[in-house]
């Protein structure tokens, strides 16, 4: 169907930007490529630019943000841009100075300001910059690969060149948003430099990562098109996970081939137009080095046995007694979180609905800027107790900008107003506005059950971390603070009130991944009430070698979140129909595919 990607076909510049939505596979895929050309006899820097890097998951080796030597990989080198850590570095050289020499209630001001989403994008760019600037690092190696974070952040983080230097340069008073970017001005020739090495064909190519899914490729499409926006048009698909033959007995096997043969069909035009490769699905979980050079041969070797590992028990309760805990405790807010691609909307819709049919009223929404449930209730007859809506960021940014002018457009001069408009041109306004619409949304839960379908993990702390600083980010630009911010962290970290469910795949990545959320979230005070282990090969009846070889691939992981990870599991197997549209989602539920 599509030509099998080969390194020596497509790797002809000396950066490769690997970009998709959240699970498609671009981390192994980075990996896989960095591996097979430093086999090849050339010098490789692979490095994640990833707010929850996995990089050193799949690599199996710990990482930092300074280069360091793969072990049994010569002529590899990784490095992991750590945004947090970048941001505390950050924090400390912009405060530092004045520790001691200012009063102690402006130096806490000033970490107020240099503590929300900004900073941690500005100083995370800050590295990337410095990494692509720095000719000693470049010239060193003749490829450097990026294996950057889901298609939403990738998207801002390489519009950050523009977005920024374009404020920086339009900044004539001092707009007080400049806390993050107050030691930055001096770099705008390095954003422009980054800006154009990103766009020039000759030295960049960029590769999208899809599974051969709907969601996924109209994803892929959508990135593919911004991307060419602002000037990088030189790139390439890879359709990760394409099963190559399938059993016709084999109801899981042949709907899975059937599914994926017919989301290729419907690609978007646009995305047909860009040269592609494929990556088979194989039965082998892709961590490790030895792991990873087998992908690009097109092995679909039998899994390793389990090590010893006695396989779990599948007693594991499924999706409707998840929604019978929640029904019964009268939860209200229910919250899916986890990695990108997990799964999260699919399981917040079935909650909904299961909830729905037990007679809830429930609103169902999503903070996630991709918005897939569109695709769960297309076409589709809903109950009426069910409400669904969409948190729209360039929409809210749009309210919540002509809110604020309109508050004090009466009271202040010509020139206060400019300041004003020039820091809500900041891109931290987007972080503001759509934080205040989290807000409201969750206050609906004093009528009804609200459930709500989260962006990918990054974005998801980025919310609820940041809600205190925030709040006060929001009495500074209005003089107020709405009643649904005040009362957010207490209604998120009542039990009684909000119930969170951690949505994994029986693999490595997503399983390491939602481990750190959880212990993100427990610092938080929030503690996830159930973890849903989903679309498990394990728990088909499959005879699909290549199915099987993974299904045995799964069950350390699950054995792993059932024992060490979570208070409650359920587990969904992978249905052999789509979910789509109410009846199905309710079928779902049940599992009566």
């Known amino acids: 169907m599509f030509q099998s990607f080969d390194t020596k076909k497509i790797v002809t510049t000396k950066f490769l930007f690997f970009t998709g939505k959240g699970g498609v596979g671009k981390t192994s895929t980075a990996c896989a490529t960095a591996v097979t050309l430093a086999d090849e006899g050339k010098k490789v820097l692979l490095v994640s630019t990833d707010p929850a890097s996995n990089l050193q998951d799949v690599l199996e080796v710990g990482l930092t943000n300074t280069p360091m030597a793969i072990p049994k990989v010569a002529n590899l080198y990784a ?16 405060i530092g100075p004045y520790r001691g020499k ?7 001001n000033m970490e107020e300001q240099l503590s929300g989403a900004c900073t941690v994008e500005i100083a995370a760019f800050d590295e990337f910059t410095n990494l692509l600037s720095d000719p000693t690092v470049v010239d060193a190696y003749e490829h450097i690969i990026f294996d950057t974070a889901p298609t939403g952040h990738t998207l801002r983080l390489l519009q950050l060149p523009t977005a920024w230097s374009g404020f920086l340069e339009e900044n004539t008073h001092g707009a007080s948003c400049l806390g993050p970017l107050s030691g930055l001005s001096e770099k705008k020739q390095i954003y422009s430099i980054t800006m154009d090495t990103l766009s020039d064909s000759k030295k960049t190519t960029l590769i999208l990562v899809a599974r051969p899914d709907e969601s996924s490729l109209l994803e892929a499409n959508r990135a593919s098109k911004e991307l060419k926006e602002i000037g990088i048009s030189n790139q390439a698909l890879i359709i990760n996970g394409l099963l190559q033959s399938y059993l016709p007995e084999d ?6 081939y059937e599914r994926q043969r017919q989301a290729i ?14 990556l088979p699905f194989v039965s082998y979980s892709l961590t490790g080095i030895e792991n990873l050079r087998y992908l690009f041969k097109q092995y679909t070797m039998p899994a390793k046995p389990s090590e010893g590992k006695e396989d779990p028990p599948l007693s594991l309760p499924r999706l409707n007694k998840v929604i019978e805990d929640f029904s019964k405790n009268n939860a209200r807010v229910i919250f899916t979180m986890g990695k990108g ?11 909904a609905v299961g909830l729905v049919e037990k007679g809830h009223k429930v609103h169902l929404t999503t903070t996630d800027p991709a918005a897939h449930l569109e695709f769960v209730f297309k076409n589709s007859e809903q109950n009426d107790n069910l409400t669904i809506s969409r948190i729209h960021p360039v929409e809210e940014v749009e309210a919540y900008k002509a809110e604020v002018l309109s508050k004090i457009s009466a009271e202040l001069d010509e020139e206060a107003i400019a300041y004003i408009q020039e820091d809500l041109n900041s891109p931290c306004t987007e972080e503001i506005a759509v934080f205040r619409a989290f807000a409201e949304v969750v206050a609906r839960s004093q009528e009804e059950i609200v ?23 929001l009495a500074r630009s209005t003089g107020e603070i709405p009643e649904s911010v005040k009362m957010l962290l207490p209604r998120l970290r009542n039990p009684k009130e909000t119930s969170v469910v951690i949505v994994t795949l029986a693999e490595a990545t997503p399983v390491l991944e939602a481990s750190r959320l959880q212990d993100d979230l427990i610092r938080a005070d929030i503690t996830p009430n159930w973890w849903i282990i989903n679309q498990s090969l394990y728990a088909t009846e499959t005879k699909d ?3 099987k070889g993974r299904a045995a691939a799964e069950a350390g992981w699950i054995q792993k979140v059932t024992t060490e ?3 409650r599991t359920a587990i969904v197997p992978l249905m052999s129909e789509e979910t789509k549209g109410y009846d199905q989602v309710k079928r779902f539920i049940n599992g009566t595919f």
């Open 251 to 256: 109801k899981i096997s042949s709907s899975f």
């Open 79 to 94: 490095c992991n841009l750590d945004p947090e850590v970048a941001a505390r570095a950050y924090r400390d050289k912009m």
């Open 545 to 547: 070698p290549i199915l």
């Open 565 to 567: 990870l979570a208070e």
């Open 102 to 108: 200012l009063p102690y209630a402006v130096v806490v």
């Open 341 to 351: 691609g997990v799964g999260k909307t699919t399981i917040a819709s079935a909650i």
């Open 451 to 473: 459930v709500i379908d989260t962006a990918p993990t990054g974005h998801t702390l980025l919310l609820l971390d940041a809600a205190q600083s925030y709040h006060k980010e």
């Open 265 to 278: 069909h419907q690609m978007p035009i646009e995305l047909k137009q860009v040269v592609t490769y494929s």
